[in-house]
């Protein structure tokens, strides 16, 4: 992410970026899904294991992983040299059997699955809704989702309209969306759980 752009990073760049943002979304979608199985139905007992919802999360990273291996052997991300706004800058672009315009596509497609999730996440939040806040998080989970929505409606397109102009600021922009993202995400997760771990219950084990 740092420093010239070259075509081995900026091969990784939609693997590293694009994996680790499907991963937590998922994340966030199959852990409300084990409460809506366990509630939805109150006089059954339901149990889902850690293990079920690995392969779960599993299941939601295939589709993910299919696209970026599609994009990485038909429209390889490479890094060339291009005259932006009167100046030369090494800047990541789309090369292997396609050129630019399979870059849009597959990253339009990767982009695409990632709404799906997270309105799968919305949909297990809404269905929720009622549970006792005890064992509810879906407020949490609401946060996080609405908080990605937002920061992808306006990163994205201001990202796609400057980088052509300006590069440097796209960059700017892409990774101060990155750590706020992942940053914000992660406070709104477990900061409320150690809130109540450390003032509340200060330390103890309460049962």
């Not at 990784?12 to 994996?19: R, S, V």
Request: charged share 10%; hydrophobic share 55%.
């Amino acid at each position: 992410w740092f420093g010239k752009p070259h075509p081995v990073g900026c091969g990784f760049q939609p693997w590293l970026l694009g994996l680790s943002t499907i991963s937590m979304i998922s994340a966030l979608s199959v852990k409300n899904f084990r409460i809506w199985q366990i509630f939805r139905n109150p006089s059954k007992k339901v149990r889902i294991s850690d293990v079920k919802l690995l392969i779960m999360w599993c299941a939601f990273m295939a589709p993910a992983v299919c696209i970026l291996v599609l994009w990485t052997i038909i429209s390889t991300p490479t890094a060339t040299l291009d005259n932006r706004d009167g100046k030369d800058h090494y800047v990541c672009a789309t090369g292997g059997f396609t050129g630019p315009p399979g870059g849009i596509v597959f990253f339009s497609l990767f982009v695409g699955y990632g709404a799906i999730v997270l309105t799968f996440g919305a949909l297990i939040s809404i269905a929720i809704r009622n549970v006792h806040r005890e064992f509810n998080e879906t407020k949490l989970l609401a946060v996080s989702i609405y908080n990605l929505i937002f920061l992808a409606a306006v990163i994205i397109p201001v990202f796609l309209v400057v980088n052509p102009i300006n590069p440097f600021a796209a960059w700017i922009l892409r990774t101060v969306a990155i750590l706020y993202a992942f940053g914000a995400t992660t406070v709104v997760q477990f900061i409320p759980i150690l809130f109540n771990v450390f003032i509340l219950d200060k330390g103890k084990n309460v049962r």
